[in-house]
T-cell receptor, first 117, second 111 residues
Framework: EAEVAQSPRYKITEKSQAVAFWCDPI?????LYWYRQILGQGPELLVQ????????DSQLPKDRFSAERLKGVDSTLKIQPAELGDSAMYLC???????????????FGPGTRLTVL | QKEVEQNSGPLSVPEGAIASLNCTYS??????FFWYRQYSGKSPELIMF????GDKEDGRFTAQLNKASQYVSLLIRDSQPSDSATYLC???????????FGRGTSLIVHP
């Protein structure tokens, strides 16, 4: 069964350092999402890609976060510099092409647990 | 700001009972509604989706959608201890296809 791959699974870093997360969506899925989930809260959408184009990044803190999906397949999310408040689970999800004009079912990867010290 | 509201719980039910989880949303133009289950430390997994008003059943799970009242619910029949998890409601706005998640409801099924 196809799955969304993410790496690393766990990352511990010190504040002011740079971190990067990688996501490989399910083959054929055009839409890719990056979420941040703080303990006890729901996932918060950071950025949504359709192929290589950004659909929405209104909640992405652009002074320190960046995301790219250069060839419309895998994606990287970067934080520079990391802050204590960035400690969270970073989730990647992908969706198949939309059918019938309905919203897309999202399939989540295992996530990256980031701890900033 | 589009909002999706869920009672954080915990909702505690005995094994074999029906668990009822509720979600309200603010965007009247929303068109797609999803329920995800998330075990502690794990990523969300899809349980059900619903697009049209009414009920949709899948095994022990029933999703109910009422667009006029802007709520969607999930019923879990014959609840099992393995159903203990956080249940996330997700709503996708019409046109933009941008998803918004609620904070989730913690469900505890006790033997």
């Amino acid at each position: 069964e196809a799955e969304v791959a993410q790496s690393p699974r766990y990352k511990i870093t010190e504040k002011s350092q740079a971190v990067a997360f990688w996501c490989d969506p399910i083959s054929g899925h055009a839409t890719l999402y990056w979420y941040r989930q703080i303990l006890g809260q729901g996932p918060e959408l950071l950025v949504q890609f359709q192929d290589e184009s950004v659909v929405d990044d209104s909640q992405l803190p652009k002074d320190r976060f960046s995301a790219e999906r250069l060839k419309g397949v895998d994606s990287t999310l970067k934080i520079q510099p990391a802050e204590l408040g960035d400690s969270a689970m970073y989730l990647c999800a992908s969706s198949p092409p939309t059918s019938g004009g309905q919203g897309d079912t999202q399939y989540f990867g295992p996530g990256t647990r980031l701890t900033v010290l | 700001q589009k909002e999706v509201e869920q009672n954080s719980g915990p909702l505690s039910v005995p094994e074999g009972a029906i668990a009822s989880l509720n979600c309200t949303y603010s965007d009247r133009g929303s068109q797609s509604f999803f329920w995800y289950r998330q075990y502690s430390g794990k990523s969300p997994e899809l349980i059900m989706f619903i697009y049209s008003n009414g009920d949709k059943e899948d095994g022990r799970f029933t999703a109910q959608l009422n667009k006029a009242s802007q709520y969607v619910s999930l019923l879990i029949r014959d609840s099992q201890p393995s159903d203990s998890a956080t249940y996330l409601c997700a709503v996708i706005s019409g046109g933009s296809y941008i998803p918004t998640f609620g904070r989730g409801t913690s469900l505890i099924v006790h033997p």
